[in-house]
Protein backbone atom coordinates (compact mmCIF):
# COMPACT_ATOMS: atom_id res chain seq x y z
CA UNK A 1 0.00 0.00 0.00
CA UNK A 2 1.37 3.37 -0.88
CA UNK A 3 0.08 6.87 -0.33
CA UNK A 4 1.52 9.51 -1.69
CA UNK A 5 1.23 13.50 -0.90
CA UNK A 6 3.27 17.03 -2.06
CA UNK A 7 6.49 16.40 -0.35
CA UNK A 8 5.62 12.70 1.69
CA UNK A 9 5.42 9.31 0.46
CA UNK A 10 3.96 6.45 2.72
CA UNK A 11 4.11 2.47 2.58
CA UNK A 12 4.02 -0.26 4.41
CA UNK A 13 7.36 -0.41 5.60
CA UNK A 14 8.97 3.06 5.08
CA UNK A 15 8.85 6.39 4.73
CA UNK A 16 10.37 8.83 2.00
CA UNK A 17 10.69 12.44 1.99
CA UNK A 18 10.85 14.32 -1.49
CA UNK A 19 13.47 16.70 -1.95
CA UNK A 20 14.69 18.30 -4.89
CA UNK A 21 18.02 16.96 -5.06
CA UNK A 22 17.47 13.34 -3.72
CA UNK A 23 14.97 11.73 -1.88
CA UNK A 24 15.56 10.66 1.34
CA UNK A 25 13.89 7.11 2.42
CA UNK A 26 13.32 6.07 5.31
CA UNK A 27 12.76 2.99 6.58
CA UNK A 28 10.39 1.74 9.64
CA UNK A 29 12.81 0.00 11.88
CA UNK A 30 15.28 3.38 11.86
CA UNK A 31 12.65 5.96 13.02
CA UNK A 32 12.66 6.15 17.02
CA UNK A 33 9.53 7.96 17.42
CA UNK A 34 7.23 9.79 15.44
CA UNK A 35 5.69 13.23 17.06
CA UNK A 36 2.52 15.36 15.77
CA UNK A 37 0.82 17.96 17.02
CA UNK A 38 -2.81 18.76 15.24
CA UNK A 39 -2.90 22.58 14.39
CA UNK A 40 -5.46 24.12 16.99
CA UNK A 41 -5.07 27.52 18.80
CA UNK A 42 -4.68 25.94 22.22
CA UNK A 43 -1.52 24.04 20.66
CA UNK A 44 -0.51 26.56 18.84
CA UNK A 45 0.31 28.87 21.85
CA UNK A 46 1.65 26.26 24.34
CA UNK A 47 4.05 24.93 21.60
CA UNK A 48 4.62 28.35 21.08
CA UNK A 49 5.73 29.67 24.39
CA UNK A 50 7.26 26.60 25.75
CA UNK A 51 8.93 23.83 22.84
CA UNK A 52 10.64 24.68 19.56
CA UNK A 53 8.29 22.67 17.17
CA UNK A 54 5.44 23.92 15.98
CA UNK A 55 1.57 22.56 14.96
CA UNK A 56 1.29 20.68 12.02
CA UNK A 57 4.76 19.17 11.72
CA UNK A 58 5.61 15.45 11.59
CA UNK A 59 8.99 14.94 13.66
CA UNK A 60 10.67 12.12 12.91
CA UNK A 61 13.61 11.25 14.87
CA UNK A 62 15.72 8.46 14.16
CA UNK A 63 17.56 5.63 15.41
CA UNK A 64 20.36 6.16 13.35
CA UNK A 65 21.33 9.21 11.18
CA UNK A 66 20.28 9.00 7.22
CA UNK A 67 22.12 11.73 5.14
CA UNK A 68 24.01 12.94 8.51
CA UNK A 69 20.16 13.82 10.43
CA UNK A 70 18.76 12.06 13.30
CA UNK A 71 15.80 14.29 12.83
CA UNK A 72 13.47 14.95 9.96
CA UNK A 73 9.88 17.10 9.52
CA UNK A 74 7.76 18.02 7.73
CA UNK A 75 4.19 19.84 7.62
CA UNK A 76 1.15 17.69 7.05
CA UNK A 77 -2.52 18.21 7.08
CA UNK A 78 -3.87 15.89 9.97
CA UNK A 79 -6.78 14.72 7.46
CA UNK A 80 -3.99 13.65 4.99
CA UNK A 81 -2.14 11.71 8.27
CA UNK A 82 -5.21 9.94 8.99
CA UNK A 83 -4.78 8.05 5.55
CA UNK A 84 -1.79 6.47 5.99
CA UNK A 85 -0.98 3.29 6.39
CA UNK A 86 -1.99 2.22 10.10
CA UNK A 87 1.05 0.59 11.03
CA UNK A 88 2.79 3.98 10.79
CA UNK A 89 -0.42 6.11 12.12
CA UNK A 90 -0.17 3.60 15.45
CA UNK A 91 3.50 4.93 15.96
CA UNK A 92 2.29 8.77 15.82
CA UNK A 93 2.43 10.19 19.58
CA UNK A 94 -0.21 13.24 19.37
CA UNK A 95 0.77 16.46 21.13
CA UNK A 96 -1.79 17.30 24.05
CA UNK A 97 -0.93 20.28 25.95
CA UNK A 98 0.84 19.92 29.55
CA UNK A 99 1.68 16.45 28.74
CA UNK A 100 5.01 15.29 28.08
CA UNK A 101 6.17 14.50 24.49
Known amino acids: MEIEFK ?3 F ?5 IIKKRKQNVVI ?14 IRNY ?6 DWRTT ?5 YLKEKINNKMMYCFFIKY ?10 FKK ?4 VP ?4
Open 7 to 9: KVI
Open 11 to 15: TSNQI
Open 27 to 40: PLNKVDKLLYAKFS
Open 45 to 50: LSLGFG
Open 56 to 60: GGLYI
Open 79 to 88: DNLTRIPENI
Open 92 to 95: IKFY
Open 98 to 101: REPW
